[in-house]
């Protein structure tokens, strides 16, 4: 690092031609990146090691990494509206495809507002 500082003083920009100035910036702007890129592994890392030694992972603490389509949306968790009677911990938000245990019962005769919470 001190070698690459002791180029860079000797550089005079203001006697510099457009066209090395534009080339310039864009080496320093991959720099920065690749910079960043160092500083984030590094961070991660750390942050890593720090949740293990307190015996959490990072996912515990921040969640699974985001990746595909929709990335960063944040997804709405819809509420229990129905439970089924046998084992409460079987519910139903009332979207999408009505489970199994509801299906059955509908057809014998149930009615939806019977499993309301």
Known sequence: MVQKAKKMTGMNVDKMSLKDLVELEAKVQRAIAAAR????VELKKKMAEMAETHGFSVTEL???ARAGRGAGKIKSVGIAKYANPDNRSDTWTGRGRKPNWLVDRLKKGAK???FAI
């Open 112 to 114: 939806l507002p019977d």
């Open 37 to 40: 890129d160092r500083d984030r």
């Open 62 to 64: 921040f969640g699974g």
